[in-house]
């Protein structure tokens, strides 16, 4: 429906190259009946009259547009990309923020008080359970482990003296050599020191463990936090109140 306008576009430049031809043809024609004293003064004017119908006829020839033809200049044909299209499977990729929660923490505390010697970890790396994480000064709890060895060697060697005497007063009050109170004044001591015995050993026991808690081990694997000491740093058991876990609190409603 739109065709008839690039017809009528083509056509109004050469109306108006028409129009122009006739107007100087008409100026040409009333130079042509001017009388001859005045044709001799004006001869530059009619020679100018007589180029300006091919000066004009020579714009109006570059305002026409070119024809279309076998000689017009024809546009580069463009290039275009084409490629086959086939189902394939792409992978879709979503990325969320989120926060993530552990499933078990454990607080890792002092059990002797002493001097923290080393930091064995660094701040936020994984660790695994039983990993040394400080090293705390062991030479106290050394030295009640020796006092209480050398207890029980005390001890030891007292049952075994209080043994010999009252299997010797035992042969002595059969035959009447010694009174019977005597006989059984040896037979306590030999349980008193029996009993002194048992609590040596008692006593080297929770030394032992003592000196092993020097080595503060990773409870847990995972992955650690912040310090809460550094190296020359007193460590301290906790009491039992600030070792209670934390009471659990009501749910937030939204």
Do not use: W
């Not at 108006?16 to 042509?32: E, F, N, P, T």
């Not at 006092?147 to 060697?153: C, D, E, G, Y």
């Not at 015995?197 to 080297?204: N, Y």
């Amino acid at each position: 429906m739109n065709a008839p306008r690039p017809f009528a576009m083509m056509r109004r430049p050469a109306l108006r190259c028409a129009g122009v031809i006739l107007s100087a043809i008409a100026a040409a024609i009333a130079a042509s009946v001017i009388s001859p004293v005045a044709r001799r003064a004006g001869a530059r004017v009619g020679l100018l009259a007589g180029l300006a119908p091919a000066l004009l006829l020579g714009a109006c020839r570059r305002n026409d547009p070119p024809s279309v033809g076998a000689g017009a200049h024809e546009p580069p044909t463009p290039t275009v990309t084409v490629a086959p299209a086939r189902p394939a499977r792409l992978p879709v990729t979503v990325e969320l923020q989120g926060r993530v929660n552990p499933v078990r923490v454990a607080q890792v505390r002092a059990r002797v008080d002493a001097i923290v010697l080393k930091r064995e970890f660094r701040e936020g790396a994984d660790v695994r359970e039983g990993q040394r994480l400080f090293k705390i000064d062991p030479a106290p709890c050394q030295a009640n482990l020796e006092s209480a060895q050398a207890s029980l060697l005390r001890a030891e060697a007292n049952v075994r003296a209080q043994e010999l005497q009252a299997g010797r007063y035992q042969e002595l009050v059969a035959s009447n050599a010694v009174s019977r109170q005597d006989y059984d004044n040896a037979i306590a001591s030999q349980g008193q020191a029996s009993a002194d015995v048992a609590s040596g050993r008692a006593s080297v026991r929770p030394a032992r463990i003592n000196l092993g808690y020097t080595d503060v081990a990773a409870p847990i694997t995972g992955r650690v936090g912040i310090a809460a000491v550094t190296e020359g740093a007193c460590a301290r058991t906790c009491p039992p109140a600030a070792c209670r876990p934390p009471a659990p609190t009501a749910p937030a409603s939204t």
